[in-house]
């Protein structure tokens, strides 16, 4: 062996020693008894449990946003390829474009309500508008609830952004 390969195993066996000392030293206050460390991993659990329960309320409100956005997003690309196609009629074109402002409008309502709630302090929201914009759908994510107040709240806000009084509010945890 050449003198450097002796000293980088000097080096190494220094190191291994160090890290001997130093773990023994950081766990003198840790977790000796297995008994914490079954109360740890039971906490870990339960933990675990209560991050998938808030996922899966989480993922209610994306999937219903993004489903939402995918439908009008198609339906205005259908839209579209009617207007740009040559061989389409101008009041085809005319109704195409009048139903483009529509769901584009109602895109924006919807948007503006959904954002209202949320800044009256609930977490999140899904508004659904109907196609002939007579009924809003609201769904609330809350653990309570909604008093008349808050409802009447709601609805106030729905009224407000898009002049719909036939208000359909429902909680979800």
């Not at 030293?25 to 008994?35: A, E, M, Q, R, S």
């Not at 996922?55 to 997003?73: G, H, K, L, P």
């Not at 309500?113 to 809003?136: F, L, R, V």
């Amino acid at each position: 062996m050449t003198k450097k390969q002796v000293g980088i195993i000097f080096t190494l066996l220094a190191l291994i020693v160090c890290t001997a000392i130093l773990g023994a030293k950081l766990n003198n206050g840790g977790l000796n008894d297995t008994t914490d460390l079954a109360g740890a991993l039971v906490e870990g659990e339960k933990d675990e449990d209560k991050d998938k329960e808030t996922i899966s309320q989480t993922d209610f409100f994306i999937d219903a946003r993004s489903t939402r956005e995918n439908n009008d997003a198609s339906a205005i690309q259908g839209l579209k390829d009617v207007v740009e196609n040559d061989k389409t009629s101008k009041e085809q074109k005319d109704a195409a474009s009048a139903e483009i402002t529509k769901i584009t409008l109602r895109q924006s309502q919807q948007k503006t309500i959904e954002t209202n709630i949320k800044n009256k302090g609930y977490s999140d929201a899904i508004c659904e508008i109907s196609d002939d914009s007579k009924k809003a759908d609201i769904i609330v994510k809350s653990d309570n609830q909604l008093t008349e107040k808050e409802g009447a709240i709601i609805q106030e806000i729905v009224q407000s952004a898009c002049g719909i009084s036939d208000v359909n509010i429902s909680v979800k945890k």
